[in-house]
């Protein structure tokens, strides 16, 4: 099977005619009925009732009809993308967003791409875990991934862009809403969590740091996407240990958050396989860096003023 006859194919289940798909392809029509058959014989079964007056599909031309219309949209496409990252003006960069990066890193990273790299094509995948970040870069289906350290494939390298404060999320009503200073971790042995997947890694952060101050968190809601936990914290689940980054005005409502006084920092790196040979994977590494920095200078560092009061947003 050949890439001009399934082309050939098309025009002709599209038209229901020989002599008008042999003109619209500019060719004779017996080479066409040639290809036709050509195909058919490929594939071991009939595509095509041919009669005097018109041509129907077959059920399996009907299929190979639909199949082939898209297999030669994703040539055009292919074609199309190549020849531009071959000459150096454009590209398509897929990248993979931890959800709290959504919130603040992620639109900025967007925005400063938009005018640092006009030609490149950015497909964002958000609201997802390290773990399935780290499957999709070993996997291909990704280029890099914002995500929080560490990783466990050795193929992966790692360049740290920021670090940030964990907080507490409550709902509004909740009884630590309304108090100021910071809440100890010990102090939350009664309360009901919400978390993220099992294997996320801010769920080993936070469970390390309850066993160290002698309790396991009672669970009882988990969420892959960060919006979601907040959703469930909003609804009065529980509460919630999420990154400094879910604090964006407006962002998230009915919910109240509260600095944490026994939590560490958590890390946010750009994430990509050692053997990537694609120029846009370094130039996009270096363009979050710089944005990173860019943030933490222009006071949106999520470590900054560490005293600064929870807002009910």
Do not use: C, W
Request: a negative charge.
């Amino acid at each position: 099977m050949e890439i001009r006859h399934l082309r050939s194919f098309v025009a002709v289940a599209e038209e229901r005619h020989f002599g008008r798909a042999a003109e619209r392809l500019h060719i004779a029509q017996p080479p066409l009925s040639q290809q036709i058959k050509q195909l058919e014989a490929a594939l071991g079964v009939t595509l095509l009732e041919r009669t005097t007056r018109r041509v129907d599909l077959t059920d399996a031309g009907r299929l190979m009809l639909d199949r082939s219309r898209q297999l030669l949209t994703d040539l055009a496409s292919l074609e199309h993308d190549v020849r531009e990252v071959g000459r150096g003006a454009a590209g398509i960069l897929r990248v993979g967003f931890v959800g709290s990066a959504t919130y603040r890193l992620m639109p900025a990273i967007v925005r400063a791409a938009r005018d640092a790299m006009p030609g490149v094509r950015l497909q964002i995948t958000g609201e997802t875990i390290t773990p399935a970040l780290e499957d999709a870069l070993l996997e291909n289906r990704l280029d890099v991934a914002v995500l929080r350290p560490p990783v466990r494939a050795a193929e992966l390298t790692l360049t740290p862009v920021e670090a940030g404060r964990l907080l507490l999320a409550v709902p509004a009503g909740h009884r630590l809403a309304a108090e100021d200073g910071p809440v100890a971790l010990a102090d939350l042995v009664d309360e009901e969590f919400v978390s993220y997947p099992q294997d996320s890694a801010l769920t080993a952060i936070v469970q390390e740091a309850a066993r160290r101050v002698g309790f396991r968190p009672r669970l009882v809601q988990r969420a892959g996407e960060t919006s979601t936990v907040m959703a469930f914290v909003a609804a009065g689940l529980g509460v919630a240990v999420v990154p400094d980054d879910v604090r964006r005005p407006g962002a998230v409502s009915g919910v109240a958050f509260r600095p944490l006084s026994d939590m560490p920092d958590v890390e946010l790196a750009v994430a990509a396989k050692a053997d990537a040979r694609s120029p846009l994977v370094p130039a996009f590494v270096e363009l979050a860096r710089r944005t990173a920095a860019a943030l933490a200078e222009a006071g949106e560092d999520p470590t900054s003023d560490p005293d600064r009061p929870a807002q009910e947003t």
